[in-house]
């Protein structure tokens, strides 16, 4: 499948976010996240930081949307797209799902703990009261390569 420009140079941020939060805090899994308004412009970033501030919630999806709530002085991320590098789990869904995030775009596919279509599907349950639109594999293996380099150092 092939997705647009814009989005896969998000996806290269994303990416970056990642590899400079595993420079600066090793522990932490390197997922990086990219907000993107309606009209393609980068609202916020972020990367993982559980281990940087020894917060469970500190995925890096969190980290991004929270950015973008402050920038636009609104929790409600209407018409936004989130891109991450991996797959969000049940916590990052349920968030991305209460924000109203219109779609997410991811890498990697988490088939330990996704919530977006491996595992479970919290993003398009038709029980949810809002409705993600989900698109994977975007530069999935550079995405997976990361991680793997990440845990392979960890064994």
């Known amino acids: 499948m092939r997705v647009e420009p814009a989005i896969e140079a998000h996806m290269r ?22 907000v993107v308004a309606p009209d393609g412009t980068e609202l916020a970033e972020g990367a993982n930081e559980r281990e940087l501030h020894a917060d469970p919630t500190g995925h890096a999806e969190l980290v991004a949307m929270r950015a973008a709530a402050r920038a636009t002085g609104d929790w409600h991320l209407d018409g936004c797209t989130l891109v991450v590098t991996l797959e969000p789990c049940a916590m990052c869904a349920g968030a991305i799902a209460q924000a109203r995030v219109a779609r997410v775009v991811f890498g990697a596919w988490d088939d330990k703990a996704g ?41």
């Open 13 to 34: 941020r994303a990416i970056e976010l990642a590899a400079a939060a595993a420079e600066r805090t090793p522990a932490d899994v390197p997922v990086g996240a990219v």
């Open 115 to 155: 919530a977006a279509g491996s595992v479970v599907d919290l993003l398009r349950d038709r029980r949810m009261p809002h409705r993600v639109e989900v698109v994977g594999d975007v530069l999935a293996g550079e995405c997976a390569a990361q991680l793997r380099e990440f845990f392979a150092d960890k064994r």
